[in-house]
């Protein structure tokens, strides 16, 4: 079971970034699937989730209107779309893939928002 997280990088504010989250060794389109982030001296947050097979969406208030989460479930792919960034955006993203009591993490990608 493998949640694998791309895309990140620095980035100047305003502009975008495009998270992708492989999932492999479970059937992921089974799961709900959230991005998560942390930054330096904070708590993990959740920032976008997306439901299984319906697809319904849901956002923290930080980014509603400039994210977009989707997933590809032929794919067992999920994405983060990520525009008009914001220096307090920065932070480690990570995906999680939850269904019941199961559970899957991946290691995280790096987003940095420079003014």
């Known amino acids: 079971v493998q949640l694998v997280e791309s895309g990140g990088g620095l980035v100047q504010a305003g502009g975008s970034l495009r998270l992708s989250c492989a999932a492999s060794g479970f059937t992921s389109d089974d799961y709900a699937i959230g991005w998560f982030r942390q930054a330096p001296g904070k708590e993990r947050e959740l920032v976008a989730g997306i439901s299984s097979f319906r697809g319904i969406t849901n956002y923290a208030d930080s980014v509603k209107g400039r994210f977009t989460i989707s997933r590809d479930n032929a794919k067992s792919m999920v994405y983060l779309q990520m525009n008009s960034l914001k220096p307090e955006d920065t932070a480690v993203y990570y995906c999680?893939?939850?269904?019941?009591?199961?559970?899957?993490w991946g290691q995280g990608t790096q987003v940095t928002v420079s003014s």
């Open positions: 999680r893939a939850r269904r019941g009591s199961a559970e899957y």
